[in-house]
């Protein structure tokens, strides 16, 4: 017998054809989606970005590509949303990784590049920004990048070091940050004048 505010009819499989039937080419239209909610799904997003369903993880990358194109965040939750159900899902962290930066100039102008862990690519700036978020376990910081939609990817560490590596120190608002630029954006990792007392 199912558990309250479970789904049981509805699995993987069965969202994985009414998303294929919706899209076609690019992502699909889910802001245009309002479909009923259906339950949840014992489907989680670990901190690693690897995607478990029922524990297990998923093993086939081009499912997870498929149910992260039909991922929806409304507040604080998140939902694998089709045209017709919505299914709540659990996320640890952020739904997805930053895992490549490709650094390009344009007209003398810096424009930083990510490639998510499901193969799509985010060019930073002003409609999406970096954030930065202090680490109480290691005292450092935790870089995220916002991808669409109120859904952000984590950076991986590799990744933050290339952006300390390309970070310098601006005026934001009457103090000397230590941040990093793209698109003609300034995002602030923290003071200037913390940073040199650490170093």
């Given at each position: 017998m199912a558990k309250e505010g479970q789904v049981t009819p509805v699995g993987l499989e069965t969202i994985a054809g009414a998303v294929g039937q919706a899209s076609?080419?690019?992502?699909?239209?889910?802001?245009?989606?309002?479909?009923?909610?259906c339950g949840d799904l014992d489907l989680r997003i670990a901190a690693d970005g690897t995607w478990h369903y029922l524990k297990t993880p998923i093993g086939r990358p081009a499912l997870v590509k498929l149910f992260a194109s039909v991922l929806k965040r409304e507040g604080d939750k998140y939902y694998l949303v089709t045209p017709v159900e919505k299914c709540g899902i659990v996320v640890d962290d952020a739904p997805f990784l930053a895992v490549e930066l490709r650094v390009e100039t344009r007209a003398g102008l810096?424009?930083?590049?990510?490639?998510?862990?499901?193969?799509?690519?985010?060019?930073?700036?002003?409609?999406?920004?970096?954030?930065?978020?202090?680490?109480?376990?290691?005292?450092?910081?935790?870089?995220?990048?916002?991808?669409?939609?109120?859904?952000?990817?984590?950076?991986?560490?590799?990744?933050l070091y290339d952006l300390?590596?390309?970070?310098?120190?601006?005026?934001?608002?009457?103090?000397?940050?230590?941040?990093?630029?793209?698109?003609?954006?300034?995002?602030?990792?923290?003071?200037?004048?913390?940073?040199?007392?650490?170093?």
């Open positions: 076609s080419r690019g992502l699909p239209p889910v802001h245009l989606w309002d479909p009923p909610f810096r424009i930083l590049h990510f490639r998510t862990n499901v193969d799509d690519w985010v060019a930073c700036g002003v409609h999406n920004p970096l954030r930065f978020e202090p680490e109480t376990e290691s005292g450092g910081l935790k870089p995220y990048l916002h991808v669409r939609s109120g859904l952000w990817a984590k950076v991986t560490r590799a990744l300390a590596a390309l970070g310098e120190e601006r005026a934001v608002e009457g103090e000397r940050m230590f941040g990093v630029a793209s698109d003609n954006a300034f995002f602030p990792m923290q003071s200037a004048a913390s940073l040199r007392d650490f170093t």
